[in-house]
């Protein structure tokens, strides 16, 4: 039997992890594992590589991704996708397994409605598929920011000022929301919620007031502009008002020991469900790893973690 992995789309932390277990599994197995560089840009230019034990040895703890990663364009025209198809007819792949977010997953889905035995490995910083409670590398992410908004802290401490920290997520607010909770951030700003600068502004005034100097806000990316927001809370305040882009300072650095066991665990049942021909998407759920039907993962709505939003507001005054 033959098995193969690839990493698409944006990195995450703990891709390494993943690839590691997912490797050696095999070989314990016997079952031979090709890497494929570059995600699916990869696929369809045959970058196929014969993976032994040593070829993943001192990776667990490296951020980034051993395989490299793309944002393949080519991969959605019909053209692309068949020369995709075809790469892993010449090599003979009985089964792919494909590690990213939500684009990887998609094209996971569609590879295995062509007939190719797929497993889909939920790696994304931003936490944003709803069929699992948590994806690979955000955990890290979470941890990064969490260090960044404690040197910010200091510094607003010191001048008496507010900073608007933006994080990434695309269209999710679960990084601002889970950092703001583990950085005692005073206020979020997130795409799944509605927001009322006013409300914000008053909640700093009377920290002010009563002999507060820092106000921290998270801004996740989804939701607008940081400066914008930035300007309008300055003006209504009188409080001087800085912005923290954190960008992609959030993707890389060591993967997290939660990151690390969950890639181990992912990796290894991908291999136990590849040994059965499966199409599946991995996932954890009530800290289980569960498998799920491709056709299923895109008709779940991923629920909305009030209760951690409840404890920010109540406990970030
Ligand atoms: O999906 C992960 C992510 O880091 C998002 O949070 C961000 O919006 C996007 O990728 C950035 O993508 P790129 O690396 O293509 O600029």
Redesign the pocket.
């Known amino acids: 039997m033959r098995i193969a992995i690839l990493t698409s789309?944006?990195?995450?932390p703990g891709m390494n992890a993943a690839i590691r277990a997912v490797v050696r599994s095999a070989i314990y197995k016997d079952i031979e594992v090709y890497g494929i560089y570059e995600g699916y840009e990869g696929l369809i230019d045959a970058k196929f590589e014969k993976m032994v034990e040593a070829s993943v040895a001192d990776i667990i703890q490296r951020g980034g991704t051993i395989l490299r990663t793309s944002?393949s364009e080519r991969f959605m025209t019909e053209e692309g996708f068949q020369k995709a198809l075809n790469s892993l007819k010449i090599f003979e792949i009985d089964v792919l397994i494909a590690c990213g977010?939500?684009g990887t997953l998609r094209g996971a889905k569609k590879l295995s409605e062509a007939g190719v035995n797929v497993i889909g490995i939920p790696c994304?910083?931003?936490n944003?598929l709803a069929y699992t409670d948590y994806t690979i590398g955000f955990m890290t992410a979470v941890k990064t920011v969490t260090e960044a908004v404690s040197n910010i802290r200091d510094t607003t401490e010191s001048h008496g000022r507010a900073n608007v920290v933006e994080v990434?997520?695309?269209s999710c607010g679960d990084?601002a929301l889970y950092s703001g909770v583990s950085s005692g951030a005073e206020s979020i700003i997130i795409p799944e919620k509605e927001f009322n600068i006013n409300e914000i502004a008053e909640k700093a005034l009377i920290g002010k007031n009563r002999g507060k100097r820092h106000h921290i806000i998270l801004m996740a990316?989804?939701r607008g502009s940081a400066f914008d927001f930035a300007k309008d809370f300055e003006n209504l305040t009188g409080i001087d008002t800085k912005v923290t882009v954190l960008g992609?300072l959030?993707?890389g650095g060591a993967p997290s020991i939660f990151d690390r066991i969950l890639a181990s665990e992912m990796g290894y049942r991908a291999v136990e469900e590849a040994e059965h021909l499966n199409s599946s998407a991995i996932a954890t759920n009530d800290g289980h790893i569960r498998t799920m039907p491709f056709e299923e993962i895109y008709e779940m709505k991923k629920e909305f973690r009030d209760d951690l939003l409840e404890i920010l507001k109540t406990v970030s005054i």
């Open positions: 789309g944006g990195d995450a944002r977010g939500d994304s910083i931003d944003d990434m997520g695309r990084i990316e989804g992609y959030q993707r």
